[in-house]
């Protein structure tokens, strides 16, 4: 079965493969410790797990829809956003490009229909 939605990219088993390095670093945000080491030593974490090029300019960019076109599991990708203080609306607004209030908005519409 195939899926085209316009804008959206398919998490499938060849983004799984793409992004296992990228959604393991992510997982392992879970632990304070390991968000500490991070938030200290960006490009060593991420040469830690092996990212690769387009990945880590996504992190660098704090780039949400770039991470997801790396493989990125929005999922994982959640754990990388907290570390920053942005929640699953800031995620969303992000990939709408939206700024968070009209994100906000939207929602809140939609809950009324």
Known sequence: MSFDIPGTTLFDAA???????????????NDAANRKAFAADEEGYCTKYALNAQQREAIRERNVLKLIAAGGN???????????????QD???????????????????????
């Open 74 to 88: 929005v999922y994982y990708l959640a754990k990388f956003a907290g570390i920053f203080g942005l929640d699953v």
């Open 91 to 113: 995620i969303g607004a992000q990939q709408t490009g939206m700024s968070k209030d009209a994100f906000k908005a939207m929602l809140v519409e939609q809950g009324k229909q």
């Open 15 to 29: 983004q799984a493969r793409k992004g296992y390095a990228l959604n393991k670093m992510c997982y392992s945000f």
